[in-house]
């Protein structure tokens, strides 16, 4: 006899473990599944609105400095090491991790104006007002040994700033001049001037490893050959730029920090205007670095905010302020393109998410599915206007929110009047001038 | 390096050249004049000097240099030199010969900048990847062994040594490959060789045994009764013969098989077939008066009856019990089949007891087909019984299973009634429900494009909100957000909406067109179908007992009490009625009373006046929800839902369909299987914790091109060389 009875196979529901997820029979048919989208809405929006509730971006303060930070280095191979030197001369050693100072020392007589480590990092160099250069090991002298430097290089005028070659024994500071220097010579090997006095910043294009950039008080963004015994080109804007960080994963790309408030981001194949503006800022715009996949870019402001950029978009994404940071000098971003450190003025080091609303540590696999899922969902609902006002609210001080808003007042006045005036001339003669080329006065050859 | 600075090499060599050959051209120009002033002085005596000049200025790259400027070098100059030297063999002559002929000319080679800029350019076009992960080089992960980690480390310390000492007294491996030597012998034991030798084998037994069980699969599926009869006639040939070869070689695993036979032959006692009182035997005893043929069947049953039941048993009879058995598809059992079956007449109503148990559910699910030829199959099964002698038992099952079926039959117009009336209402709620679903998502795509044809001038102010929106307040909390969007309604509330574009209301056919998929209004013949299909089963529904039905009863008298002035139906056409007549055009009447005719009550306007002052507005478009008689569709802008839409065509996009359908696809673990989900989340930067994400190197450039890079291909294009 034959008794037919439903049977079914265990391993179609039943789980291997009980870490497994309990098995779903689902009917994908989208016929079956009408409000799919409005349930991804409501889904992203969920995901926006806790994003925006999560975002807790400040992580640390490291205080110890007893004056305003005047500069910072990254380690070259550890991440919880950060240098910071103060504008009294004074040099620390950060363990990030444990946000403590581990070492103290007296670098120079007045400001250090500029840190680097060497690529190796056993050692790192460091540039003061007293027209020295210093080499120092990166361990902490034993018990009875005086901190000393390795070596000190007297200068004849006062460096402002310094950068290593990414692989070779070589280093570029700037000055009057910008030098290139062997680290087992007391002279450069090498001195570039451009009718220029005074430059405050040089920096080593880390894939084009001898390429160099340097931003001189004439306005201009200078570029150099490190083999060649002249400057290559220049360009000179409308306003001094401050700083400049290459892009570290696409060689032809530096993004300079300039007084006018702006950002601008440089193809160094064609100068002849920037490839990108950042805007956003309401005062000078100080020190700039690049996230270490190339992706986005931090920067660091007079009008005490710090803010995150994709370098392809015009406006940020990130700000980030306190009540008690004041003037932000210099700005990193570590080297796991986790962390953003600033240091400012009122002589503090901050540690801030580079993602305001990620979950620091480990994340389960299904947590990171459903935070990947999320991410994507807001990607696909951001143009929906709800979605976007959440995602793009941000707190602003009082002072930043109504500077910002004058300056917008201003911006409109301006292109009302050129407006205006275009409509009242003859036709051609006020031509239409982009807000890229503005900014750039001339390129020099 | 890049273009630029060698341009700019150059440019400085070729400035420091240039001073240079200013300098020499002085010179030069000095001397000839010297020189002419003397010839002058010579007179007649003109020499032309042979000059010479630096080779590097005209060089060709090709290295191939015409003596004056405008020689040209032809092939016969060339081969001139062939016919003089005799080494040159024949072919060679030939080649060059039929060479000299054709005229083609060869295209010359590209220059060296440019072949190098093409090969630059194929070795850098990057494709762009999807997801890029950091850091670039990473080591594979899991395990190594601890010599790759730690090269030229030796043991120290006591215990390391002990360890060592412990490790190599066992034969385990310390140095790469890490094999212990058994490891090593059973590596060596099998060759590959072999091993694929082994496993071919392996595959066609596999592939033999399949075939065989297909084979039998097939054979005790045809139903042939003759064919199965010759078969069994065979085997039980092949059996008798066997026996007795057993009975002399083997007499155990004969004693064996007689025990199994002895078995077999109980069963068959027990189960009491081929006895005349079944069906099928009774009726043919009531023909056997009459009937040679019936005589002899009954003759032979009776026979067969005896053989079975004997004693002692012939092995052959057994053997076929057996195989019919096996034929049935059942198990040998004690029990007689019937046993299970339920006693039939004592709860018709009760569908459960109704049939055995054993019934096919596909039978029953055919049975609807069935009904309808069931007197032609009953009559061949009638035929076929009075081929079939031994079959009996299971004419007699068919025959009560038709019996049901008519009785079933009779049933059927009530139940089947009943499920109409269930199914339409059902139906219509569905219907109601789905009607809603369909108004809303139709009044959003049409909110959609209504709101992006009306905003389409405000593309400057588009521009700023690419930035973040900053204010002064704080989110702290999800209540926080609420607010925010609370704030923005207001704000929209103030806002002057754009006015519904009703001189160009968007074309209805075009959306209807293209998201067929979220459109999902009810089509009535799809309707109708499914209710005639569900009336088409009858046997998945049950018959209820008799209380059961009176309690159904009295439960619909209350519903039908409760819902008494409820005709939903009605009135959802009345509604609709209304919602057309509101969206219908007034006529507009601009008749003055009492002009230039008489005024006052009761009197009726002139039919001149009546055409000339009143005016009737154009006819709407058609309604979307004409063909649909279960559907209202409110063409309203709804502000709530509104508040919620894209009233732009965002950025990258150029038509809405583009735009919609991104949104459309879903993307969640609910509409997709877990592998495209798990595609579609990938994130577009992945970085490990932890590790140090190097600037991109000059080799990881030149990497196969699979590998995920940065650079996109303008920014790589333009060449980059290594130096």
Redo the contacts between chains.
Sequence with gaps: MKVKVLSRNPDDYVRETKLDIQRVPRNYDPALHPFEVSREYTRALNATKLDRVFAKPFVASLDGHRDGVNCMAKHTNSLSTLLSGSCDGEVKVWNLTKHECVRTLQAHEGFVRGMIVRFCGTSFFTVGDDKTIKQWKMETPGYGEEEEPLNTILGKTVFTGLDHHQKDAVFATCGQQVDIWDEQRSSPIRSFTWGVDSFSSVRFNPVETELLASCASDRSIVLYDMRESAPLKKVIMTMRSNSLCWNPMEAYYFTSSNEDYNLYTYDMRYLNKPIIVHMDHVSAVLDVDYSPTGKEFVSASFDKTVRIFPKDVGHSREVYHTKRMQHVICVKWSADNKYILSGSDEMNIRLWKANAAEKLGVLAPRERQASNYNQKLKEKFHYHPQIRRIAHHRHLPKSIYHQSKELRVMKEARRRKERNVRKHSKPGSVPVVSEKEKHVVTVVK | ?????TA??VA?SHDFFLNEEEEDGEDERRRQKLLEAISALGGKRKKTLGERSEAAVQLSEFSVNAEGEGDKINLSDLIGSMDKTPQVSAKTRKQLKTLQQSNRTVESPLSKQETERIQRDVAFQKAASEQ?V?PLNQEAPGPKPMERVVTGWKARTPLEEEIFALLSANKQPIHDPILTPQEEVSMKAMSLEEAKIRRAELQKARALQSYYEAKTRRERKIKSKKYHRVQNKAKRKDFVKQFEEMVKSDPAAALEELHKMELARMQERMSLKHQNSGKWAKSKAIMAKYDEGARKAMQQQLEVNKDLTQKLVTAVNDEEEEEEEEDE???P?V?P?FV?DAEQGVDSSNPWMRGK??E??AEKETSEIVDLTAEEESADVEEEEEEEVKETEEEALLREFDSRRKRRQALIPVISLDDDEEEESKTAAEEEEESK?AVE?KEESKEEEESKVAAVEEEEEEE???????????????E??EE??MQ?ESAADEAPVPPPAAENPPPASQPAGTNK??K?GIELKQVLTKATKVIQVPLAHTVEDAEDSDDNQEQRGLIREAFAGDDVVSDFLKEKRKQEAAGKPQVVDLTLPGWGEWGGTGLKLSRRKRKKFRMKAAPPPPRKDVSLPGVIISEKRNRSIT?????TL?FPFETHTQ?ES???T????????ERT??K????K?V????????????EE?MKDRNQAT???RN?VN?G?RKR
């Design positions: 390096m890049d273009v630029h600075t700019y090499r400085n890029l950091f598809g059942g198990d059992e029990l089949d299970n148990l054993s096919d559910p679903t998502e700023e909100e690419e930035g973040l929106e900053e204010t002064l307040m704080r989110i702290r909390t999800l926080d957000t925010l969007l923005e998929k979220r999902r508040l919620h839409q894209v009233n965002p735009f991104t949104i459309r879903p993307l969640g673990r609910t509409w997709n299987t989900v798990k579609i989340s990938k994130p930067v970085t490990r914790m932890g590790a140090i994400i190097e600037p991109m190197a000059r450039l940065v650079a996109d920014s333009s980059k």
